[in-house]
């Protein structure tokens, strides 16, 4: 039998992971510098795009070539530049879908508080706790409507799955840590019968109201300020949505607030459950388990968690059929039914 050779063991992952801040700080240097705004309209040489930036093109350079290494640009024999399917789908702002609302928060709000995770790990305390209203009415005012974008494709999705037009009456949607209103705007657009009551600290409430105004929904909408576990959710709502909110309330109070959101809904409601789950054994999928160092970076009690956890929690508050929907967000959503 021919013995087996190993490949040889190298450092170079370890090199590549010195640097994996590069890509988030290179992506949103391009972002804030409308190079992908301005590359939506075509080629341009180097020389073109520092005129319509007002950039250097010393700086331009170094960028824009690690971007075309990255592959979220390309460049021609003639030294052109253009984007790149990726770039001209999810990275030009005047686009529905630009995702660069999170990569402009990475140096102002993420790096500064994860560069003290050493600190973190060794205590177990967040630099700072943004689950808590007072420090994270003021994050997520800026927050909720650069991470819409994230969510509507999603929300659009499950707007399809439950077909609400479909209904023979008035729907009622609870909307909950409602943030930009994302999802109660994306079932409201798919059924001229669904209302919305959307429910947020009162920081964070105004946004929901102007970006719901935005969309020509303000009549259809009602508005409850407070924390989860103490503002009115009232009662005999139809669907229930929870957005990326319980990886920042950690297990005690999520539960609590599946059991509230149980006693709020009518008998045959749906409750939708955005999150970036993990597999049962904590070993995948990578998003999952850096969202979590988030939690850990940002709140006092958050995690990630997986479907296995989350479908015990709603079997416990009283939900059925805990099962999830295939979605093109990072996660699949978990769904569940009160009987």
Same mark, same amino acid.
């Given at each position: 039998?021919?013995?087996q $050779?190993s490949?040889?063991?190298?450092p170079?992952? *370890?090199y590549?992971?010195a640097?994996g801040y590069a890509?988030?700080?290179?992506?949103?240097?391009? *972002?804030?510098?409308?190079?992908?705004?301005? +590359?939506d309209?075509?080629?341009?040489?180097l020389?073109?795009i520092?005129?319509?930036?007002?950039a250097?093109?010393r700086?331009?350079a170094?960028?824009?070539n690690?971007l075309?290494?990255?592959?979220?640009? @390309?460049?021609?024999?003639?030294?052109?530049?253009?984007?790149a399917p990726?770039?001209?789908?999810f990275?030009?702002s005047?686009?529905p879908k630009?995702?660069?609302g999170?990569?402009r928060?990475?140096s102002?709000?993420l +790096?500064? @508080?994860?560069?003290?995770?050493?600190e973190? $790990?060794?205590?177990?305390?967040p =630099?700072?706790?943004?689950?808590?209203?007072?420090?994270?009415?003021?994050?997520?005012?800026?927050?909720v409507?650069?991470?819409?974008?994230m969510s509507?494709?999603?929300a659009?999705?499950? /707007?399809?799955?439950?077909?609400l037009?479909?209904a023979t009456g008035?729907?009622?949607v609870?909307?909950? /840590?409602?943030?930009?209103g994302?999802?109660g705007?994306a079932?409201?657009?798919s059924?001229?019968q $669904?209302?919305v009551t /959307? =429910?947020?600290?009162?920081?964070?409430?105004p946004?929901t109201r %102007?970006t719901?105004a935005?969309?020509g929904? %303000?009549? @259809?909408?009602?508005?409850?300020?407070?924390?989860?576990l103490?503002?009115d959710?009232?009662s005999?709502?139809?669907?229930?949505?929870?957005?990326?909110i319980?990886?920042s309330?950690g297990?005690? @109070?999520?539960? %609590?607030?599946?059991?509230?959101?149980?006693?709020?809904?009518a008998?045959?409601?749906?409750?939708?459950?955005a999150?970036?789950?993990v597999?049962a054994?904590r070993?995948g999928?990578?998003?999952?388990l850096?969202f979590?160092i988030?939690m850990?970076?940002?709140?006092d009690r958050g995690?990630?968690?997986s479907?296995?956890e989350?479908? /015990?929690w709603?079997r416990e508050?009283g939900f059925?059929s805990?099962?999830t929907l295939?979605?093109?967000?990072?996660?699949?959503l978990?769904? %569940?039914?009160?009987p």
């Amino acid at each position: 039998m021919t013995p087996q $050779v190993s490949a040889p063991v190298t450092p170079e992952r *370890i090199y590549q992971f010195a640097f994996g801040y590069a890509a988030p700080l290179v992506l949103e240097a391009a *972002i804030r510098h409308h190079v992908f705004d301005v +590359l939506d309209g075509g080629p341009k040489s180097l020389h073109e795009i520092h005129q319509a930036t007002g950039a250097s093109e010393r700086g331009l350079a170094a960028i824009l070539n690690f971007l075309v290494g990255l592959d979220f640009l @390309r460049k021609d024999r003639e030294g052109n530049y253009s984007l790149a399917p990726e770039s001209a789908a999810f990275l030009v702002s005047t686009r529905p879908k630009f995702q660069g609302g999170l990569i402009r928060h990475t140096s102002e709000h993420l +790096l500064p @508080r994860w560069l003290h995770l050493n600190e973190v $790990v060794a205590t177990g305390l967040p =630099v700072a706790a943004v689950n808590q209203q007072g420090p994270g009415s003021e994050f997520f005012q800026q927050f909720v409507n650069d991470i819409f974008p994230m969510s509507y494709h999603v929300a659009q999705e499950l /707007a399809s799955h439950l077909d609400l037009s479909a209904a023979t009456g008035p729907v009622s949607v609870l909307d909950l /840590a409602a943030g930009s209103g994302v999802w109660g705007i994306a079932l409201a657009q798919s059924a001229a019968q $669904v209302r919305v009551t /959307a =429910v947020d600290w009162h920081g964070v409430i105004p946004v929901t109201r %102007a970006t719901v105004a935005r969309f020509g929904l %303000a009549e @259809r909408f009602s508005f409850h300020e407070g924390d989860l576990l103490e503002a009115d959710f009232g009662s005999g709502h139809n669907v229930a949505t929870l957005g990326h909110i319980l990886h920042s309330e950690g297990i005690g @109070r999520s539960k %609590a607030l599946l059991e509230k959101t149980f006693d709020a809904l009518a008998s045959g409601a749906t409750v939708a459950i955005a999150e970036f789950l993990v597999n049962a054994d904590r070993t995948g999928p990578m998003n999952g388990l850096t969202f979590a160092i988030n939690m850990l970076v940002n709140t006092d009690r958050g995690d990630t968690y997986s479907f296995e956890e989350i479908g /015990a929690w709603l079997r416990e508050a009283g939900f059925e059929s805990a099962r999830t929907l295939a979605t093109h967000g990072p996660s699949p959503l978990i769904l %569940a039914t009160k009987p």
